[in-house]
Nanobody, 120 residues
């Protein structure tokens, strides 16, 4: 089992900043990609940013220039720094981690979600 624990959500005014964290623990042999997704009420869950191990970072157009994803491989943790927040960024944010529990068994784990609310 691989567990993800998210933190850092909350209520912020438009133009403010938040930093989300997601720590993975449990039976982890290696981690390939780590990412953040978000889901607003009535909408599908969409990619915000993804950071592969040793690959190119990918951002949604809505996140480019405002959000920064980073990872600490030693801590199995991924971060999302969100600046210049807008009301339309309001959503539940989920982290996702892909990797291997050993040399043969992959895993695809999701965090429990953290609410981000941006007031106008």
């Amino acid at each position: 089992q691989v567990q993800l624990v998210e933190s850092g959500g909350g209520l912020v005014q438009a133009g403010g900043s938040l930093r989300l964290s997601c720590a993975a623990s449990g039976s982890i042999f290696s981690i390939s990609s780590m990412g953040w997704y978000r889901q607003a009420p009535g909408n599908r869950r969409d990619l915000v940013a993804i950071i592969p191990r040793g690959g190119d970072i990918n951002y949604a157009d809505s996140a480019k220039g405002r959000f920064t994803i980073s990872r600490d491989n030693a801590k199995n943790t991924v971060y999302l720094q969100m600046n210049s927040l807008k009301p339309e960024d309001t959503a539940v944010y989920y982290c996702n981690v892909l990797g291997y529990r050993d040399q043969l068994r992959p895993f695809d784990s999701w965090g429990q979600g953290t609410q981000v609310t941006v007031s106008s």
